[in-house]
């Protein structure tokens, strides 16, 4: 019996932290383009650190290929976050 309660404390812990590392990670953001100037405001999910400085360096690497430049990282956030993004974000919603 003594020991059930060290291996249910452990059962918890496992599940807690893998309910939490499956949560999502996003970040919206505003880039641009030159000559002619365009700008447009997306939604990315983050592969990395979920943090503003993480996703700056991310985001960044990942909208460069199609001749973008990063002004602003906004915000980081979850799942919950995305609510609303979508019509925002238009076709930058998770496309990078």
């Not at 496992?14 to 505003?30: F, P």
Request: hydrophobic content about 40%; glycine content about 10%; overall charge positive.
């Amino acid at each position: 019996m003594k020991n059930m309660i060290p291996i249910f404390g452990l059962s918890v812990g496992l599940i807690l932290a893998a309910q939490t590392a499956s949560a999502g990670c996003y970040a919206d953001y505003k880039a641009k383009k030159d000559n002619p100037l365009k700008l447009h405001y997306g939604v990315v999910e983050l592969r990395g650190d979920c943090s503003k400085k993480a996703a700056r360096d991310e985001v960044a690497a990942r909208i460069k290929r199609d001749g973008w430049t990063l002004l602003n990282v906004l915000s980081v956030f979850d799942d919950d976050g995305l609510n609303g993004k979508e019509q925002s974000a238009g076709p930058y919603y998770l496309r990078y």
